[in-house]
């Protein structure tokens, strides 16, 4: 990755520091330095302290280029940049800016789990979801994803491309530890005993040694559920996975299991749109400490031409799924969109460019009717 050496501080006291490069977009021919280039110098603040003393950021990432959308901040920086990116890829420029622009609260969550004490659980709260897709094209997608700059990826059991994301992660020759995996056990596999067998097919197809988050697919397995999160609570004390969670839960599911369990679960991934917001089920589920997470979050491209999301879209430079997974973010849902194309997964990672106001959320909002795109479990027995 390129870097930049700059010069930060006033006067006397200043310190020469080394940065990644950030692609921060321009805004037509006079940048916010005053330079009339047709390029805006930008930088964005991540991670856990500023050196810039603004309180959001652990570094400054500064950088030439043009994403439509997103103005730069501008820079308290003096000169002596001695080297500048050219010539971005796509991949490039959505790596960078992914892994840069946004706060620590907005790019990842930490999952907590009632009833344990164990090593904090960070999860990035944009993922690449691979629902059913053909084990070539869960590779290649998964691949594209982790290139682009995605460190999430939500597999499962039942979808039949575990062993293909796995062998995906080991292609990129990114660090294991650095990607976020999630699969889940499904129905036909509920029960002590063969949960335990399923967790370790799981691990086998992978070809890992842990998950950073194993999932309860559904509650239909009525008489065998509560079985099953026995087995899921050994498996996180084992270490093998480091968070346990559940899927499809409704409210009534949630209070049973915390009557019968030793620890609570620390996520729940269901269908969250605006069009089925689910008020009830996010209320109890933040009251109760568990993080929220979003599948099917595009509506599976069965709501994109929503009058309502056209309009709001376009005021933003933005297309309606954008907008979509940028509601997710900003109602602190982690999010899984799907896609199995190079240029939708690039373009379902620029959603951190840009803030829907609160009087577009609002009308977002408005669109709830309980619709759902396929099953909803969270309303079974």
């Known amino acids: 990755m390129t870097l930049l050496t700059c010069c930060i501080g006033s006067g006397s006291h200043q310190q020469q520091q080394r940065y990644h ?14 330079i009339q280039i047709g390029i805006g110098i930008g930088l964005a603040s991540f991670g856990k302290k500023s050196q810039l003393g603004t309180g959001i950021g652990s570094g ?28 971005w890829s796509p991949q490039e420029r959505a790596r960078v800016f992914m892994s840069a622009v946004g706060t620590e609260k907005e790019m990842e969550m930490e999952l907590k789990h009632a009833g344990f004490e164990g090593p904090p ?17 869960a590779y290649q997608a ?56 399923a967790f370790n097919r799981s691990l086998a197809a992978l ?6 988050l194993y999932l309860v697919h559904s509650p239909m397995a009525v008489d065998k559920r509560l079985h099953t999160w026995k ?31 030793e620890i609570r679960p620390s996520i729940n991934q269901v269908e969250l749109t605006p069009f089925n917001a689910r008020k009830a089920l996010v209320k109890f589920c933040e009251e109760e400490n568990i993080a929220l997470e979003a599948y099917s979050p595009l509506t599976r491209g069965k709501r994109l031409n929503d009058k309502t999301l056209v309009q709001i879209a ?60 396929g099953w909803d479990p969270t309303k079974g027995r």
């Open 21 to 34: 490069l950030l692609e921060a977009a321009s805004f037509g021919k006079k940048s916010q330095l005053g």
């Open 60 to 87: 400054i990432w500064i950088g030439e280029g043009a994403d439509r959308g997103f103005s730069a901040k501008k820079t308290r920086s003096r000169s002596g940049i001695r080297r500048r990116s050219s010539n």
């Open 121 to 137: 659980v960070q999860i990035p709260k944009l993922g690449l979801g691979v629902y059913l897709a053909a084990p070539r094209d």
């Open 142 to 197: 998964t691949l594209a994803a982790l290139k682009t700059g995605y460190r999430h990826v939500d597999t499962a059991a039942v979808y039949g491309n575990e062993r293909d994301v796995g062998q995906a992660v080991r292609d990129s020759h990114i660090s294991r530890q650095e990607v976020f995996i999630t699969t889940k056990l499904w129905n036909s596999d509920q029960g002590y005993d063969n949960t335990l067998r």
């Open 207 to 212: 070809g890992f040694d842990y998950v950073d």
């Open 231 to 261: 087995a899921m609570e050994e498996i996180l004390k084992s270490g093998r996975a480091r968070a346990i969670g559940v899927s499809n839960y409704g409210v009534h599911h949630l209070k049973e299991l915390f009557a019968n369990c």
């Open 314 to 373: 376009q005021k933003y430079h933005k297309s309606t799924a954008q907008l979509l997974i940028r509601w997710c973010l900003q109602r602190n849902f982690v999010t899984l969109p799907k896609s199995v194309t190079p240029t939708r997964i690039l373009e379902n990672s620029q959603v951190f460019d840009f803030s829907i106001s609160p009087e577009d959320m609002t009308k977002l909002d408005g669109l709830d009717e309980g619709w759902v795109s």
